[in-house]
């Protein structure tokens, strides 16, 4: 049974950096492309960042160059590094992977930008 648990969310003001942690089971990992998404209120679900099995990493325009996704196989974490963090920022952060043509979620993360 696939299980994603993710942790490091919280309170920080505009500027500041965070980093969330997202701890798999129930798959190998290493074979896996993990993705972080977001939902603020009133808004849709959007991905943020994705990291392939080989490493290669893909983001969303409005998080380039501030947030880096990456990967601890040996962990069975993936790891989203929030830097320059702006209000727009505010959102629950969810960690994704599709196993057999189905998505699985964790809780989320609250991620709170705000002075």
């Known amino acids: 049974q696939v299980q994603l648990v993710e942790s490091g969310g919280g309170l920080v003001q505009p500027g500041g950096s965070l980093r969330l942690s997202c701890a798999a089971s129930?798959?190998?990992?290493?074979?896996?492309?993990m993705r972080w998404y977001r939902q603020a209120p009133g808004n849709q679900r959007e991905v943020v960042a994705l990291?392939?099995?080989?490493?290669?990493?893909n983001y969303a325009d409005s998080v380039k160059g501030r947030f880096t996704i990456s990967r601890d196989n040996a962990k069975k974490t993936v790891y989203l590094q929030m830097n320059s963090l702006k209000p727009e920022d505010t959102a629950v952060y969810y960690c994704?992977?599709?196993?057999?043509?189905?998505?699985?979620w964790g809780q989320g993360t609250q991620v709170t930008v705000s002075s």
């Open positions: 994704n992977t599709i196993d057999k043509g189905r998505d699985y």
């Open positions: 129930g798959i190998v990992f290493s074979f896996y492309t």
């Open positions: 990291i392939s099995s080989s490493g290669s990493t």
